[in-house]
């Protein structure tokens, strides 16, 4: 199995642009898990979904944020508009039937997404 | 807020020596998981243990669980250049949201 395929690597966009940040899980798992990483406030859980249905949304920081799940193979998270202050690295996670936190996470590489 | 707080933030040792690095949390518990990240990688699993075990190995890893005081420690015996990167502890509270909380993470830099 290829693991947790995320894209792009790399994101540079200036400020006010839409920017998609794109996921494919890791075949037959039921969770995916949309995290976000900075210095200063670590790992934080953005939203995480549960046979592509959103569960909770509460980590998302604004209306400007928004995520989907239109099948079990594919997941977008988008900002709309970009600003320079979400420049971190978005990771993409998912997990087994087995439960959100019973079971260990696989994470892709990371989206580098850079605001200027 | 961040539920797991890992000590130290930063550990620099020789290869050979043991590094030992403790994380802190403030709920209840289902299970606490280790993940390792190096740079510019994402988070892989290193091990999990559940909220009714006291202890648990794999490898050269052995991870130790104290409810009672909120606290985890992983040890990473006989440390390797390769060993070099940044450790989170995540916990998962028996309440309200059910996704795994990370920690701020320990960065043990291993010299060879």
């Known amino acids: 199995d290829a693991g947790v395929i995320q894209s792009p690597r790399h994101e540079v966009t200036e400020m006010g642009q839409e920017v998609t940040l794109r996921c494919k899980p890791i075949?037959?798992?039921?969770?995916l898990f949309w995290y976000r990483q900075t210095m200063m406030r670590g790992l934080e859980l953005l939203i995480y979904?549960?046979?592509?249905?959103?569960?909770?949304d509460s980590g998302m920081p604004e209306d400007r944020f928004s995520a989907k799940m239109p099948n079990a193979s594919f997941s977008t998270l988008k900002i709309q508009p970009s600003e320079p202050r979400d420049s971190a690295v978005y990771f993409c996670?998912?997990?087994?039937?087995?439960?959100?936190?019973?079971?260990?996470?696989?994470f892709g590489s990371g989206t580098q997404l850079s605001v200027l | 807020s961040q539920q797991g707080e890992e000590d130290p933030q930063a550990l620099s040792i020789q290869e050979g020596e043991n590094a030992t690095m403790n994380c802190s949390y403030k709920?209840?518990?289902?299970?606490l998981q280790w993940y390792r990240q190096n740079s510019g990688r994402g988070l892989v699993h290193l091990i999990l243990?559940?909220?009714?075990?006291r202890e648990k190995h794999s490898g050269r890893l052995r991870v130790t669980l104290d409810t009672s005081k909120k606290s985890s420690s992983l040890l990473i015996t006989a440390s390797r250049a390769a060993d070099t990167a940044s450790y989170f502890c995540?916990?998962?509270?028996?309440?309200?949201?059910?996704?795994?909380?990370f920690g701020s993470g320990t960065r043990l830099q291993v010299q060879p």
């Open positions: 996670a998912s997990s087994l039937r087995a439960g959100a936190t019973n079971e260990k996470l696989f």
């Open positions: 075949s037959g798992h039921d969770y």
């Open positions: 979904f549960n046979n592509n249905v959103p569960i909770d």
């Open positions: 709920t209840s518990i289902n299970n």
């Open positions: 243990i559940r909220s009714n075990e």
């Open positions: 995540a916990t998962d509270a028996n309440w309200g949201r059910r996704a795994l909380t």
